[in-house]
């Protein structure tokens, strides 16, 4: 199936400064990519719907200004955390709908943010 | 509106018994149903999908799950786990509809937690 490479896997930041986490489709265009959010032990929730050229929309309850989302070409999705708290600490999951599957969704592997 | 609920968050299982962990939606439209399963620190990799025709689906790795419409279910199934199954398993549904091509977002359970032991 198709494959979807997220960057960073790991990363520690301070209170206060700004995290990209990149998300790129490999070998296949994706128009839309999904970026959930999960806690320890809990399952995925949906933050917001990047869809390239247009804006992201955003579940009730996500704030736009502090969940920065790009989706600025066919094959790259970046969902940036800025000015981040403790409480952004989280594990971060991107997806895009598999070309090659029917009705499939691929996941990126994550990337654990730890603020300090 | 979907909803998926696992109503066990952890299943202790030893190694070689069978095994089934619940998942039920609720859904005001037709929906596809799917069974993730996510490895410590690792993103979500597809076990088996329910999209239509027989309600009997086999997966990956020896899984296989049953859509119920009457009882709004879809379980999931081993007949004999073995240590590495150990992980957390997730329950999704997506609906049905929109434009050809286009995604629809998942909508997750709150997982199971699958404890193999010897």
């Known amino acids: 199936g198709a494959v979807v490479s997220q960057h960073p896997s790991r990363v520690i930041c301070k209170s206060g400064t700004s995290v990209k986490i990149e998300c790129r489709s490999l070998?296949?265009?994706?128009?839309?990519m999904f970026w959930y959010r999960q806690f320890p032990k809990q399952s995925l929730m949906l933050m917001a719907t990047?869809?390239?050229?247009?804006?992201?929309?955003?579940e009730q309850g996500v704030e736009k200004d502090k969940f920065l989302i790009n989706h600025a070409s066919l094959t790259l999705s970046t969902l940036t955390v800025t000015s981040a708290h403790p409480e952004d600490s989280s594990f971060y999951i991107c997806?895009?709908?598999?070309?090659?599957?029917?009705?499939?969704?691929?996941f990126g592997s994550g990337t654990r943010l730890t603020v300090v | 509106a979907q909803s998926v609920t696992q109503l066990d968050s952890q299943v202790p299982v030893f190694e070689e018994a069978p095994v089934e962990l619940r998942c039920n939606y609720s859904?005001?439209?037709?929906?596809?149903l799917f069974w993730y399963v996510q490895y410590p620190n690792q993103g979500l990799q597809l076990l088996l999908k329910?999209?239509?025709?027989?309600?009997l689906v086999k997966g990956i790795n020896g899984f296989e799950a049953e859509f119920n419409k009457s009882q709004t279910s879809f379980h999931l199934r081993k007949p004999s786990v073995h240590i590495s199954d150990t992980a957390e398993y997730f329950c999704?549904?997506?609906?049905?509809?929109?434009?050809?091509?286009?995604?629809?977002?998942?909508?997750f359970g709150t997982g199971t937690r699958l404890q193999v032991t010897l």
């Open positions: 070998d296949f265009q994706a128009t839309t």
């Open positions: 990047s869809n390239e050229g247009s804006k992201a929309t955003y």
């Open positions: 999704a549904v997506s609906p049905h509809g929109g434009k050809a091509g286009t995604a629809s977002k998942l909508t």
């Open positions: 859904s005001s439209v037709s929906v596809y």
């Open positions: 329910y999209l239509s025709g027989s309600t």
């Open positions: 997806s895009a709908r598999d070309p090659l599957a029917n009705y499939g969704y691929t």
